[in-house]
């Protein structure tokens, strides 16, 4: 298992989506001062030794095996193979809730197991700028194929994006919109393995029982980026549901919560907290020990990202991104080697990259015809700026048009 921290900047996509007031908060929306649609930011990751991981796809690896069958694990036998005996605990006692609900989706069918809240309840603590988060609601989920094939193992880690067996769970809240409260806002976790051909993942963030009258649910997808077309949020009545247009994974199960625990007083003051949390300049979220098996992931909604919103959001991160072209690249920047990667542009015409270099990470989309003209090759006048170590570090995506049609994406480092 590899251990990772969390620092973040940031690739602001798609600059339509620049026109108009944005909410702000972590890696989906920020506040701007255009005029115009949501806009959505990729995440920037930096992974450190004894830090849980950063959120970032999986390198699906390993050999495909047929089974006749599969048999599921229970919650509890989940969380002991991942070494929680204090959670496996829990999930045998008489507040956890056995759901075992299955829905479908392509390939797949994916099975909420089991679900259970309190304090203390996990040998493993998420610990966010120092503050135990010690009170949490957790559920796992197994994600297996409908054909009987095995799912790939996850234990090898990179930030190339794939649609195919990558699969992120998060929490929502009704009355809530989940392009607002999702995983990363309430200070989220999860573990992930796969065992006997199945995928297994152990999701964890602040206890939501406070909001069990109101109603609590669990999205599964196949992408980390969550904006209004993914579900439908009614504003009347509070209501999540699928977006059954939507192309793509956009599971939605209800989550069981003891319903006598509600408290709306509870709930209103927990969301004023996670706005407050979301205003902090800077987010340490580790994992106190580790798991015996399976990928540790954190997930945080802060305020860093202001301190590099001067330069990167907005008409100003636009106007900082046109001081750049091919020529000012390839004098005033070096190359890294590692990320430099040939990209085919989907049939929309969205260019998807990422990188990984050292202990760095990130990864983008952007449109074709927002980089090039027509028939142009070689390095685009466009660029996109990324910053690190509090805007110190700057970091500039380009991308090169290949006779063939791909698209040659490379990340400079500013000398």
């Not at 142009?376 to 996109?384: A, E, N």
């Not at 048009?401 to 791909?406: F, L, P």
């Amino acid at each position: 298992m590899k251990d990772r921290d969390i620092f973040k900047a940031m690739d602001v996509i798609k600059e339509e989506y620049l026109n108009e007031e944005l909410d702000s908060w972590q890696n989906q929306k920020i506040k701007g001062k255009g005029e115009g649609k949501n806009m959505i930011k990729i995440p920037f990751f930096k992974t450190v030794p004894v830090a849980a991981a950063a959120m970032i796809g999986i390198l699906v690896a390993g050999s495909l095996t047929t089974y006749a069958a599969w048999k599921f694990l229970s919650a509890e036998q989940v969380v002991e193979i991942a070494g929680d005996t204090k959670l496996a605990n829990a999930f045998k006692g008489e507040d956890a809730i056995a759901v075992n609900e299955s829905q479908s989706f392509g390939d797949y069918k994916v099975t909420l197991l089991g679900a259970t809240s309190g304090k203390n309840l996990s040998d493993y603590m998420l610990k966010c700028n120092g503050e135990l988060k010690d009170n949490r609601t957790y559920a796992v989920v197994s994600i297996s194929k409908k054909d009987g094939t095995a799912m790939p193992e996850t234990d090898t880690f990179s930030s190339e994006m794939t649609e195919k067996d990558e699969f992120f769970v998060t929490p929502f809240i009704k009355g809530e919109n989940p392009v607002d409260i999702n995983v990363f806002k309430i200070n989220g976790s999860s573990t992930v393995f796969t065992e006997g051909g199945v995928e297994y993942q152990i999701v964890s963030c602040d206890n939501l029982e406070a909001f069990a009258k109101r109603g609590v649910y669990l999205g599964v997808l196949m992408t980390r980026l969550i904006d209004d077309t993914v579900y439908h949020f009614d504003k009347e009545t509070g209501e999540i549901t699928r977006n059954e247009d939507y192309d793509g994974m956009n599971l939605l199960f209800n989550l069981p919560l003891d319903e006598s625990k509600g408290n709306e007083a509870a709930a209103e003051k927990q969301l004023a907290k996670w706005d407050k949390d979301a205003q902090n300049d800077f987010a340490a979220m580790v994992v106190q020990g580790g798991h015996k098996k399976g990928i540790e992931y954190t997930y945080s909604s802060t305020r860093e990202e202001m301190i590099i919103e001067k330069t990167t959001d907005g008409k100003e991160k636009r106007e900082e991104e046109k001081k750049w072209n091919a020529k000012r690249v390839k004098k005033e920047a070096v190359i890294i080697k590692e990320t430099v990667q040939k990209v085919k542009p989907d049939k929309d015409g969205t260019i998807e990259y990422s990188w990984e270099f050292g202990n760095m990470g990130g990864s983008g989309f952007i449109e074709e015809n927002e980089v090039f003209k027509d028939g142009q090759l070689g390095m685009s006048d466009t660029v996109k700026l990324s910053y690190e170590d509090e805007g110190k570090q700057l970091y500039i995506t380009t991308f090169s048009r290949n006779e063939d049609g791909t698209v040659t994406v490379a990340l400079y480092r500013k000398k």
